[in-house]
């Protein structure tokens, strides 16, 4: 079985900055991918910035500039820096991971989510 667990959210002022965290844990042969997407209320999930192994990072036009995906291999953990967060900012923020089990499938797998709010 396999578990992701986000840490890092919580209430920040507008212009502050969070770093989320999200550690892959069970049996895992590799991880291909690993991201982070946000859900405000009343939206679609959106994504946020993907990482692959090799490290080539995809960004979300409106996420570029103030978000930093990075990616720790040996730990499956991969990280968001948050900078100059505003309100709009504020959301349920999902890390997801597309991996290979212990067991030779290949399977997406999502975290419960970490909760950022931004006040104004």
């Known amino acids: 079985q396999v578990q992701l667990v986000e840490s890092g959210g919580g209430l920040v002022q507008a212009g502050g900055s969070l770093r989320l965290s999200c550690a892959a844990s069970g049996s895992i042969f590799s991880i291909k991918a690993m991201g982070w997407y946000r859900q405000a209320p009343g939206k679609q999930r959106e994504l946020v910035a993907t990482i692959t192994s090799g490290g080539t990072t995809n960004y979300a036009d409106s996420m570029k500039g103030r978000f930093t995906i990075s990616r720790a291999n040996a730990k499956n953990t991969v990280y968001l820096q948050s900078n100059s967060l505003k309100p709009e900012d504020t959301a349920v923020y999902y890390c997801?991971?597309?991996?290979?089990?212990?067991?030779?499938?290949?399977?997406?797998?999502w975290g419960q989510g970490t909760q950022v709010t931004v006040s104004s």
């Open positions: 997801n991971a597309d991996l290979i089990t212990g067991w030779g499938r290949r399977e997406e797998h």
